[in-house]
T-cell receptor
């Protein structure tokens, strides 16, 4: 079955440093991947997505890398700011419309 | 606010009672999804609609759960005879199939249900 997992449940970084959040997925048929940010008491907020025909995609301060060989996804946040503190989820979709979410990584920014 | 809205934001109920949640999607979105999220976990898919048709239901959606989207706009999720295990955040999301955002799902703020 499908499963999406994260390597670390928590990550602490210094303000201004770069953050890297990792995610492993198991369904090789997945063709679309998304990173969501969820702040306390709020719904998930879309950050960036990538299709399976791409290896890398960049947004504003964020980059997503996809390695289909090892079924690995990562989110890089440049120059981490206090407002980046949240739980980050990766999600995958394999043709069907539902998203399968991982457990989440809590990112904490140290001043 | 033109995003996805959910009502109520919080609901506390006693075990055995029925509860109903409402979701208003982004107006032009033709797909609507329901997810459930428990503390410390990622959202889990429950069901989704294409316009008014319910196209998929998760095995998590027991017989006590029912969802409707009668006119292809807002949706309701009802839980009958609530159990303590139903306590969770219920999230609604909507998307536009065929639009420029590749079916990106936009989430609402959720309804937090507590069953006592």
């Amino acid at each position: 079955g499908e499963s999406v997992g994260l390597h670390l449940p928590t990550l602490s970084v210094q303000e201004g440093d770069n953050s890297i959040i990792n995610c492993a997925y198991s369904n090789s048929a997945s063709d679309y991947f998304i990173w969501y940010k969820q702040e306390s008491g709020k719904g998930p907020q879309f950050i960036i997505d990538i299709r399976s025909n791409m290896d890398k995609r960049q947004g504003q301060r964020v980059t997503v890398l996809l390695n289909k060989t090892v079924k690995h996804l990562s989110l890089q946040i440049a120059a981490t700011q206090p407002g980046d503190s949240a739980v980050y989820f990766c999600a995958e979709r394999a043709g069907a419309q539902k998203l399968v979410f991982g457990q989440g990584t809590r990112l904490t920014i140290n001043p | 606010d033109t995003g996805v809205s959910q009502d109520p934001r919080h609901k506390i109920t006693k075990r055995g009672q029925n509860v109903t949640f409402r979701c208003d999607p982004i107006s032009e979105h033709n797909r609507l999804y329901w997810y459930r999220q428990t503390l410390g976990q990622g959202p889990e898919f429950l069901t989704y609609f294409q316009n008014e048709a319910q196209l998929e239901k998760s095995r998590l959606l027991s017989d006590r759960f029912s969802a409707e989207r009668p006119k292809g706009s807002f949706s309701t999720l009802e839980i009958q005879r609530t159990e303590q295990g139903d306590s969770a955040m219920y999230l609604c999301a909507s998307s536009l199939v065929g639009g420029p955002t590749y079916n990106e799902q936009f989430f609402g703020p959720g309804t937090r249900l507590t069953v006592l």
